[in-house]
């Protein structure tokens, strides 16, 4: 028994370690193109700029910023490293929480199967392809995924953790709101309350915190590159403006309700993409 065994934990050894190297191979490949193409990392980090220097945030261009105004705290931390410091800290992070979140979702609903977990992996090389463009270009989606994942495997344990853990997904962008349907539908009260208070005070956040920010950025724009939606395959200049900020208690939530509301003039509709036909794409909020 003792040498088949050696044998068997050898060959076992051998795959384990094949796999991780090709998982290494995959994360230097999700590296190299994150640092040479543009992205949502772009379109956050101008918006962090942005509230550092006490501007306006959701502001009428080509990229216009229609999250809701606490994503420009997301780069926070990783600001004061410079622009490609925090850029390789917040790709470190997002393969964290990649690579969790799919190692909880294994766990919770494959339960070791040889056959799901054979359906796991043959779904994730489908959507290698999706994970790269996700990366490119929306590396915060990834963020969300993880925290609505590692809150949903917490909740029956854990309510009101996941709760939080939900409502900061909901605060960096509106569609996890409707997770708070579920401490609702299991009558999980206070994990609801959480929910739903913690969202307003995220909301609230910006301009609540906007006072303590006395550093002011006089010049009349600045430049970052990058683009949400490259176009054939090529990503423009995009320039985004400096405004100062609007004043008022809650210059911020009026900026973000103007913007998500459709009340930006007519030839800067959020929603729309002017190269689609009929000019009436849903796909940027999708």
């Known amino acids: ?166 409502a900061i997904a909901a605060g960096l962008k509106a569609n996890p709101l409707f997770m708070v349907l579920l401490p609702i539908y299991k009558k999980r009260w206070a994990a609801a309350a959480v929910f739903l208070s913690l969202t307003v005070v995220l909301v609230a956040a910006p301009d609540l915190a906007k006072y303590a920010v006395s550093d002011n950025w006089g010049d009349s724009s600045f430049t970052v590159p990058g683009s949400v939606l490259p176009k054939r395959d090529t990503v423009p200049q995009g320039q985004f403006k400096a405004e100062a900020i609007a004043g008022g208690m809650w210059s911020y939530l009026r900026e973000h309700y103007e913007m998500t509301l459709s009340v930006s003039p007519d030839e800067v509709r959020w929603w729309q993409d002017r190269d689609s036909a009929g000019n009436q794409s849903l796909y940027r909020i999708a």
Request: some cysteine.
């Open 1 to 166: 028994m003792g040498p088949r065994f050696n044998t068997m934990f050898l060959k076992m050894s051998k795959f384990h370690w094949i796999g991780v190297g090709l998982g290494i191979l995959a994360i230097a490949i999700l590296f190299y193109r994150y640092l040479v193409h543009d992205g949502d990392f772009d379109v956050y980090w101008a918006a962090t700029f942005r509230y550092v220097h006490g501007l306006k945030i959701h502001i009428y261009e080509q990229n216009v910023f229609t999250y809701p105004t606490f994503a420009s705290f997301m780069l926070l931390p990783v600001y004061p490293l410079g622009y490609t410091g925090g850029k390789i800290l917040f790709f470190a992070v997002n393969v964290i929480f990649l690579v969790g979140a799919v190692y909880v979702c294994q766990r919770e609903v494959l339960y070791g199967s040889a056959v799901r977990a054979a359906t796991l992996v043959i779904a994730l090389l489908f959507s290698f392809r999706s994970i790269l463009a996700v990366f490119n270009n929306q590396q915060t989606d990834i963020l969300i995924f993880g925290l609505i994942i590692f809150g949903l495997a917490a909740f029956a344990r854990m309510p009101v953790l996941a709760s939080t853990l939900m």
